[in-house]
């Protein structure tokens, strides 16, 4: 099960596009932002600890979105 609801995506969908969005869409576009979620999390915890830091801060979030694009 996905951590990002499709309540979620269906509210970012909403707010860009008065289209409408099956249920077989919402899931899909969920779980595709959760492994990017999880990729960004992972670099970002490698760089905290690489930096010999116990918490990850905004830069090593925005080093992933430089690092990898948008």
């Known amino acids: 099960m996905a951590n990002i609801s499709k309540a979620s995506v ?12 099956t249920e077989k869409a919402l899931e899909a576009i969920s779980a595709i932002l959760e492994r990017e ?4 999390a992972s670099y970002a915890v490698g ?3 690489r ?4 918490s990850i801060l905004k830069e090593d979030v925005e080093k992933y ?6």
């Open 10 to 21: 269906r509210k970012i969908i909403n707010n860009s596009s008065d289209i409408m969005i």
């Open 37 to 40: 979620a999880k990729k960004i």
């Open 47 to 49: 760089q905290a600890k």
């Open 51 to 54: 930096h010999g830091r116990k």
């Open 65 to 70: 979105s430089i690092k990898y694009g948008d």
